[in-house]
């Protein structure tokens, strides 16, 4: 006798999209493996990000952990590190540039944290958003970003200078200090089409330090934020348009630290495989292996 499966997932539930018969089918995610075949990385387009697969398992004896690392030096963040049972370990990075290529490398771990000798680089190019959308992506939940587009025709950033006077007795001109300029400041506007995306959003804002991720041809660049307030409001044809209109003001920041953050995969939480498994019989017949769960 099987139990029915009952699953919950933290990411919440995924509203179903209709798809058009006639479009063609989408087209695969591009994966390449490192050339001393330790590290597979694969594009998920669907989220703007690449899926770390690391296989140490030939080494003897297997590492501890792994670290990844995207570019010169810079830890993925749900890769700073991963424990790697039998010498496999999986990383997500959703903070990759967007619109150019980046090269990961992974880095065998022992039970001290020393590191062994690096994998090669994998190399992929992570594709631009189209039109006026831009990635806003949660740093603590994955699972709530969001593409979303922009419509201001002009998005202005400000930069506050940090500069102070104090008067010289008999002297006109005041003694002053300077520091360098405060990180941008600026102010984004959105639509949202329905009122699940409405609350999808409201939730977005809620989850702490964000990352906006443009395309690259808007010169941007990587941008951490932290939002400081939001207006929204009603859609344009008036209050009872299920549009919403919003204003939301951020504030650049840092990037958030990134040890021992916990890996989130988005679109594979038990929430979402539970739509497409509802039982263990079905999971079993879908994905033989957990680690089938990851495969595009």
Known sequence: ??????RSGASGVRMAGVVDPRAANPTPPASVTSSDGFLTVT??????GALLQANFSSLNPDPFAVMFVRGDGLRVRSGDSRRSPG?????YDHEAPLGETSSWTAIPLDRDGVAGTSSTGAAVALPDPTGSRLWVNSIDSPSLSMLLTVTAPVVSWSH?????FATVPGNPYPAGSWDVPAAREGSLAFLTSTLAERDSLVALLASGPLLLQAKSAWGWGQCYVLPTGYEEGSGPSGVQDVRRMWAVSV?????????DCALFIPGKSYADTLVLAATYTASAATWPLYANILEP
Do not use: H, K, M, W
Not at 160 to 164: I, T
Not at 253 to 258: E, S
């Open 251 to 259: 504030t650049e920041i840092a990037r958030p630290a990134t040890l």
């Open 1 to 6: 006798c099987r139990r029915r499966r009952n």
């Open 43 to 48: 594009v998920d387009p669907a989220f703007g």
């Open 160 to 164: 506050q200078g940090r500069v102070s």
């Open 87 to 91: 010498g496999y370990a999986t990383a």
